[in-house]
Each structure stands twice: as C-alpha cells, then as structure tokens.
C-alpha cells in the first residue's frame, strides 16, 4: 500500500465531492441544532439520556449517508469504469473510503456535535455537562457505528442501485430475524420464563415477583466476546469490502 | 503487447459474448476494431482493460492480467468508454487531481488539445455539452502518454472539424512503444487512421489484417454496372453506381473502402477469406 496514493485518493473523493460534504455539514449542524431545541421545548416530556438519543440518530443518519457516497461511482456503468481503472489498487481504494467514512467523518462529527452542545447548554444557559462519551459505556456505540460503516460500504460494493436502501432493509431484516430466534431460543430453553426484552449476544431481561430483572452475560464472557464483535466484525466487513471491489466486473 | 489466447466471455450460463478468440496486438500500431451492434467489441475491449474478467481463456496485456488490474498496468492504460464520465470539477481541478496518477502526463500537450478543441480550461466539466466532454476526455487520453490507449465509439458526438482534429491528434501521438485500439460504427471516421483492421461478429474475428496487406491483396473499385466477372469477390449498389472488391494479383493500388469491406466480411466471409490466403 502507498501512502501517496491513498493521499491522492483521498484529495480525489473530498474535492469532487466538496460542495455536498459542505452543504450536509452545514445541514448536519442545522439537524442536531434542531433535535436540542426539540429537547429543550418539550423538556418535560422526554426523560432519560435525550443527548445520547440525539448523538446517536445524527451519527447514524449522517454516518450512513456519508459512508453511502464512497464508492457512488460503482451505481453506473461509465462512473464505475472510471473508478476501477484509476491507477490505485483496490486495497488502497477501499483503504482510503474507510478512513474517510469511519476516522475523518467521526472526527468531524464529533466536533460538530459538542459544538452544537455547548452552544445548546450556553445559549439555554442550562447547568448540565456535554455529553460524557465515555460514561455508562455509551463509547461501545462508536464501535458499533464502525459495523454500519462495513455494512453499508459492503452494501455499496454488492448493489448497484439503490445500494443505501437496500443495505438498510437487509440490516433491519437480519437484527428483526436474530431478534426472533433469540427470543425463541430464550422461551425453549428457559419455558417457565416471562422474557421481556432481550438483546443477542449481550442480554436479556425477564419478570420475576413482579420485578424486572436484567440478566447480563459474565463479565470475562463479556471481556472475551467483545473484541470480536468490535474489532474482528467491521475488519471482516471491510475485507469482505475489498475482495468485492477487487472482484467487480463493470 | 497484447496476447489473448482462446478467450471466451459469457454474461450467464445462456449467453455467450465472446467464443475462443485468439488475438495479438503489436505496440506501434493503430488498431480499428469493428462491428454491428452486439458484435462483442465492448465486451472485448473491457476485458482488455481489466473491467471484465474472461470467462476462459487468458488475456494478457503488457506481460500483466487485466483482471487483477495492477497499478503498473493501470498507469500504462487509458480506457475512454463510449459513454464517458467525468468529475464534478472545473478542468484546472481535474487536471490537478488525475495528473499525478498518470507519469508521462504531459500537461503543456493537454493545453494544446484543449486549444485545438475550443475548449476554454477554466470551463467546468459538467457545464460542458456531451461532445465537448469527449474532447476533454480524448485530449487527456492523448496528454496521459499511457502504452495502451483503448477508445470506443470516441468519434460519437464529435461534429465534423473535430473529427479531422481527432484523426491528426491520434496519428501524431503514435509511438513505436503506443498502441491505439479504437472501436466504432462509423466506419469511415477511421478510413485514414488506422494501420491496422480487426472486424468482429457474432464473439468472433473474421477478420485481422494490416490495411497494407490488404490493399495489396484485394482491388477497390467504383463501376456503373454490376460485374459477372469471377474475379469480382464482392459488389454493392452505391447512391452513383457499384462499390466492387476484386482479387489484386497484379498488387494495383487503390483506396480501401472499409465500409464495403466490413459489408462484404459480414456477407461473404468465406469468398474473402479464401482470396486473402491464395494471395500472396
């Protein structure tokens, strides 16, 4: 892998496509800005964590449609001929889209969204903190926001058209499915049991006198199983990625 | 340079594009590469360039597989497809970006095509018509000094200076080590252009021959009335009369008419094909 290339391929992606990126992050602002005057308005009707709720619809929704403009070339044929024979290998190619779409775009959207808390909190002249990104485990969604980004790119790399919204069903699909058969597996295992909730490979959560109770995997479990689900997963989807880019016919 | 042995290339398990071909392609030479409609010459010239992958078979291009598309072989490639693409950036920017990709890329040779054309480079690329646009793309095609340039159909949308301009520009940036593969419909855009004929139907070649060899075996010739002659291979009716191929033992000289040859290797394949071997 050549580091001046991914450079030039970088500098490729952001100047074609800099009026949209700039556009979305003024429009990104404006979204966010208007999620914390929705909270602030109707501030005795949300409780809990609204600012966790707020961090996550933007990052996702922005994340997803960010992500879904690396490799928009490949939804037509003479853009997608351009595209493969820029002289880059596909490692470099895919390389260059996951750095922009998970490192670059995290830290652009972080920034945007403690910029708009801050101005939230001042200008509304509320006593509460910025967003603790690391309490409660709440960072573990950064993680998972790195699944989305090799879900989708690898969305973009399978379907020619309409690659976003078809990635979307298909991950709705999958979480509905692992769902079902969770909570089936759940009821046959333990039949005697009233399930409420639960959520695969992490937890589950059940009635018992008349109380709530959260079970949660063991913690060394927990400790041994998340490396993969972190790390290993988005690097698998990102590989996946790459050999679908390397094998695309146009 | 380019070596393809028993190449085959189908869509799915019923459709096949390309049947067994065997080519080669020598650098320094201009190749035509024509065909009706669905002949296979896209399906060819993409699996050339790396953007499709031979069903059997192998090609090979400048000792590399296109299909595993190397950064080496894509530095020395320069595909303009028939429908071309280009970024949402003003020229200055395009050349900017896509220049440092390509190492030979001559940027003083862009401005003169770019004059030549009409084309002002502080225009932007998508407030350009369709033909302007291929000019762009044909001028940095030319300007990039790759080994291998591959263009097709890149006439389609030129008007008629620029076709002429397009001919000079491609006869000048000929080199011994450069080889130009064009494919088109419109025959007669590459009468004068081209060294050498590949004419191709139904995924297979019926015809590969240096336009020097072919002038000196086969007699071109315009006539009132049909001939009965055994020594015509094959005639038309033209708007002022009769377009006729004849054998040429004599080696008379004469102006090859592509089209008509293009008419008679799709209508009388065999009668061509057996004059050309008997000839020497």
Known sequence: MNWSSIRLLITRQLKEHMRVYLISLALLAGLLSFMFLLIHNWRDSFTGAVENGVFLIGLFLSGGMFTNSMFKELSNKPEGIWLLNTPATSLEKVFSAVLLSSVVFLAIYLGVFFLVDALYLSLTAQSGNLLGIFSNGFHEFIFLYLIFNGLVLLGRASFMKYSFLKTMVLIIGVVILLNTFNNFTLEYMIPDLSVTSSMPFSSFQFRHSGENIHVLLPSSTRAAFMPFLWILLPLALWGITWLKIKEKEI | ?280
């Open chain 2, 1 to 280: 340079m380019i070596r393809i042995n028993q190449l085959s290339y189908r869509y799915s398990r019923r459709k096949e594009i390309l049947s067994g071909l065997d080519l080669e392609l020598a650098s320094g030479k201009i190749y035509g590469l024509l065909g009706k409609n669905g002949a296979g010459k896209s399906t060819l010239i993409r699996n050339i360039a790396g953007t499709l992958f031979p069903s059997q078979g192998s090609c090979h291009v400048l000792g590399y597989e296109p299909k595993r598309r190397q950064i080496d072989f894509l530095k020395e490639l320069f595909f303009v497809p028939e429908e071309c693409f280009l970024p949402n950036l003003s020229i200055s920017k395009f050349i900017d970006i896509y220049t440092p990709y390509y190492p030979r890329f001559d940027k003083k040779q862009y401005q003169v095509y770019l004059r030549e054309f009409a084309i002002d480079p502080r225009q932007h690329l998508q407030a350009l018509s369709f033909g302007q646009k291929k000019k762009v793309m044909i001028g940095f095609a030319l300007a990039a000094n790759t080994r291998l340039l591959i263009m097709d159909e890149p006439t389609n949308g030129l008007d008629i200076p620029s076709k002429v301009l397009f001919r000079n520009m491609i006869t000048e940036a000929s080199h011994p080590d450069k080889l130009v593969l064009i494919t088109s419909h419109q025959v007669r855009d590459l009468d004068e252009l081209i060294t050498d004929l590949i004419i191709m139907d139904h995924g297979e070649v019926l015809l590969h021959e240096t336009k020097e060899d072919l002038t000196h075996r086969l007699l071109f010739q315009a006539t009132d009335t049909p001939s009965e002659d055994s020594g015509v291979l094959y005639q038309e009716k033209q708007a002022h009369g009769w377009a006729q191929i004849l054998k040429n033992p004599m080696g008379l000289s004469s102006q090859m008419d592509m089209e008509l040859l293009f008419n008679a290797m799709l209508n009388s394949r065999t009668t061509i094909n057996s004059a050309l071997l008997t000839q020497p």
